[in-house]
């Protein structure tokens, strides 16, 4: 009998977060059940729904808190389909022989890209000309910025951030970057410390994880402190920026505009008090949503459950020494 397996995505989020290529990969090494709802499941329903299943792919909304784990005896494996795990009660699913795993950064590309359009939009005015014509106005040309001779601020350097370093250079900007970790040196790019980056940018990036130390990381002493006429761009979360300060500081005119694909609004989106202001590019948290990017994401879930299933643990497991259920139905054993 074939392991079954419950997919959370909300039925009409499928095609855009999971797709057909992953689901009917899928569908060859498990019995695949799915959310028939246009809405994440309470977590009351959703164990109902898959009380026998012994695995739940989990949409990124998808929580997973300590009751899920108590009530469902027979789940194995919680395989989130997103990096982001601050959702599920990892304690909680250790306790109960569960194994956690969460999906690997295969949107790299799709979000440093959507960063250099939001600069490019920043530097132009371009998104305030397309809203002035289709209202029927003649806008007033206005002295653009170029990306080329400007410096580029990236605080976080992950997979975003050096593919984003790349493509800055190639269109001929000055880096400054600011992580913990100490990184190799290249050409016209300097790591220094968050003060430096700020004081010197043009356009400052926000790519830094969210967790307890970074949580209001731009807030009203950051902003002060960035160059005058600066632009920030928000790719990480929410929860890095103080948005009343950043209200503040775009009303005060320290800062010239904004660019925010996250916010503290539901599913990570800009809050509207930010997103309708005149200087802010908001966009509904879709850095990430293109067809790699997504498919990548998807087609890793089904991998681990794969590997799983063959008796490996795979990449991405969270808590595999705690995963005592695997090693009873003889998964992720070896």
């Known amino acids: 009998m074939k392991a079954r ?43 109902t729904a898959a009380a026998d299943c012994d695995a739940l792919i989990a949409y990124r909304q998808t929580p997973g808190p300590a009751e899920l784990f108590e009530a469902m005896p027979r789940l194995k494996a919680f395989i989130r389909c997103a990096m982001d795990i601050r959702t599920v009660d990892v304690a909680a699913a250790s306790a109960r022989g569960v ?15 959507w960063i250099v359009g939001a600069m490019v939009d920043l530097g132009r005015g371009t998104s305030r000309y397309v809203q002035a014509y289709q209202r029927g106005t003649q806008p007033a040309p206005v002295m653009g910025r170029e990306l080329r001779g400007s410096t580029l601020g990236i605080v976080g350097f992950g997979g975003i951030g050096g593919t984003l370093a790349a493509l800055a250079r190639a269109f001929g900007m000055q880096l400054l970057v600011t992580t913990l970790q100490r990184i190799e040196a290249q050409e016209g790019m300097r790591q220094v410390e968050l003060p430096e980056l700020l004081a010197g940018s043009d356009f400052v990036v926000c790519l830094a994880p969210a967790n307890a130390s970074t949580a ?31 209200l503040e500081a775009l009303y005060s005119g320290r800062l010239a505009g904004c ?25 509904p948290h879709i850095g990430g949503l293109t067809p790699p990017a ?41």
């Open 5 to 47: 397996v419950f997919v959370t995505h909300p039925v009409d989020k499928l095609q855009s977060y999971f797709g057909q290529r992953a689901l009917d990969a899928l569908r060859e090494v498990a019995e695949v059940r799915l959310n028939p709802l246009e809405r994440d499941l309470p977590t009351g329903a959703l164990v």
């Open 99 to 113: 194994l956690v795993t969460q999906a690997g950064p295969g949107f790299n590309a799709a979000v440093a890209e």
């Open 259 to 283: 660019a925010l694909d996250v916010g503290m609004a539901p599913d990570q989106m800009p809050s509207m008090a930010l997103a309708r202001h005149p200087h802010v590019i908001a966009t």
């Open 294 to 334: 997504i498919e990548y994401q998807a087609l890793e879930t089904v991998s681990q459950l794969a590997a799983l299933l063959e008796g490996r643990m795979p990449v991405g497991a969270v808590n595999p020494e705690q995963a005592t259920r695997l090693k009873e139905a003889g998964w992720g054993h070896q």
């Open 216 to 246: 209001g990381l731009f807030g009203a002493a950051a902003f002060a402190a960035m160059k005058p006429g600066a632009f920030l761009i928000n790719a990480s979360r929410g929860e890095l920026v103080d948005e009343a300060a950043l």
